[in-house]
C-alpha cells in the first residue's frame, strides 16, 4: 500500500475513533491539526471559522509544532480574506502559490511572512460551509496533487466526526437553557438508580415547576420566557453541587438529580435553591423574584426511574394545592 495512502487511512481511523469519545469540537480541531501537520505536511494549519450576517468578528484558531502550538484571534469580519469568501461561497478548494496570489487571496496571512504555499479547504456540514481550514507552508514545496487529496480526505473526516459530536450534544442538551433534556436525565437518572441499588448509598430527585409561568409568556412573548428559563438554570446550577444534575423536564418544569443525598439534605437543598431564585427579576408579574413550586423524593429499593418522578410529581402537586412557592417531601408512604 501507498505510504501516504496508509497514513491517511490510519488519520481517518483516529480521527474516527475520536469522535465516539469527544466531549467538544475543540478536541477535533486539534487532532485535526495533528494530522494535518503530519500527512500532507503543512507547518501551520488556520481555521477560519465563519460567522454570521450578524457576526462583527470571525474567530480565527492557529495551529503548529505537530498540533501543541495553538493560538486564536478574531478577526472583523468585514475583513475577511477574499480566497476565504470564495471557497466559503462556492465550497470548493483553492491552492495558492504565486506571492501576488497570497497578496490577493491571503493578505493577512501573507504579511506574516514568507510563504511558499496556502491551501485552502472548506469545512462543511450538510452542505454548508461551516468554516475554511488553510494549510500553510512557508519553507517547504507547493503542495502536490497528491497532498491535496490527502488533505481534502482529512478535513472532510473532520466534518463527520464534528457532526457526530455535535449530534450527540444536541441528544443530550436542552437548546433553549443549555442544561440536560428530558431524555438525557432520564438515562442519567436510571444510572443513578442502578448505581445506588448497586452501591446502597442513598440517591433523591426534585421536581421544580416555575409558579405562573405562563404569564410571562402570555405577555411579554416566548423570548421574554427563554430569557427567564434561562436565568433559572444558571441559578440552579451555580446553587447544587457540581455532580448534581440539572435538567429540563419540559416547559416549565426542571429536575434536579441528587446522588449520595437523603431526603432531609434534599429538600434542605430544594430550599435553598428556591430562595436563589427569589433574588433573580421576575419578568412582567408582580412582587419580587421567580417563585417555583418543588416536590423532592428519596429512591427507595424497587423503585424505577418513573417511580423515583411519580414521586417527586405527587409532591410538587401538594406544593402547589397548598400555595404554591414551597418545597414538598414526598411521603415515605408512596416512595
Not at 19 to 29: K, P, R, V
Not at 114 to 125: G, H, R, T
Not at 274 to 287: K, T
Request: glycine content about 10%; charged content about 25%.
Amino acid at each position: 500500500m501507498d505510504v501516504g495512502v496508509d497514513r491517511l487511512l490510519a488519520g481517518i481511523r483516529r480521527l474516527t475513533a475520536l469522535a465516539d469519545s469527544a466531549s467538544d469540537a475543540e478536541t477535533i480541531f486539534r487532532a485535526m491539526a495533528r494530522e494535518l501537520l503530519s500527512v500532507p505536511g503543512a507547518e501551520e494549519v488556520h481555521i477560519h471559522h465563519l460567522g454570521s450576517a450578524e457576526d462583527q468578528d470571525e474567530l480565527v484558531t492557529v495551529y503548529m509544532f505537530a498540533g501543541e502550538g495553538r493560538l486564536s484571534y478574531l478577526a472583523p469580519r468585514s475583513e475577511r480574506p477574499p480566497g476565504v469568501s470564495w471557497v466559503a461561497s462556492t465550497g470548493q478548494s483553492f491552492l495558492a502559490a504565486e506571492a501576488e496570489e497570497f497578496r490577493v487571496s491571503v493578505p493577512r496571512l501573507a504579511a506574516t511572512g514568507e510563504l511558499s504555499a496556502a491551501l485552502l479547504l472548506p469545512l462543511a456540514d450538510r452542505g454548508e460551509v461551516e468554516g475554511v481550514v488553510i494549510l500553510v507552508r512557508r519553507v517547504a514545496e507547493v503542495f502536490g496533487a497528491s497532498a491535496v487529496e490527502l488533505a481534502t480526505a482529512l478535513v472532510e473526516q473532520t466534518a463527520t466526526a464534528l457532526a457526530l459530536v455535535r449530534a450527540r450534544a444536541e441528544a443530550g442538551t436542552d437548546a433553549v437553557t443549555g442544561c440536560m433534556n428530558h431524555r438525557a436525565m432520564r438515562r442519567r437518572l436510571g444510572e443513578e438508580i442502578g448505581r445506588a441499588a448497586r452501591t446502597g448509598g442513598p440517591l433523591s430527585c426534585l421536581l421544580m415547576d416555575l409558579d405562573d409561568f405562563k404569564l410571562v409568556n402570555d405577555r411579554h412573548g416566548h423570548g421574554a420566557g427563554d430569557t427567564m428559563l434561562r436565568a433559572v438554570v444558571q441559578a440552579l446550577v451555580g446553587e447544587f453541587r457540581a455532580f448534581d444534575r440539572v435538567a429540563r423536564y419540559g416547559g416549565d418544569e426542571f429536575v434536579v438529580i441528587l446522588p449520595n443525598a437523603e431526603l432531609e439534605s434534599a429538600a434542605a437543598a430544594a430550599a435553598r435553591a428556591l430562595e436563589c431564585l427569589h433574588a433573580l427579576p421576575r419578568v412582567g408579574l408582580a412582587g419580587n423574584g421567580v417563585s417555583a413550586s418543588i416536590g423532592v423524593a428519596q429512591w427507595q429499593p424497587g423503585m424505577g426511574t418513573d417511580d423515583l418522578l411519580e414521586a417527586c410529581d405527587a409532591a410538587l402537586l401538594r406544593s402547589k394545592r397548598q400555595g404554591k412557592g414551597r418545597v414538598t417531601r414526598a411521603s415515605q408512604s408512596l416512595v
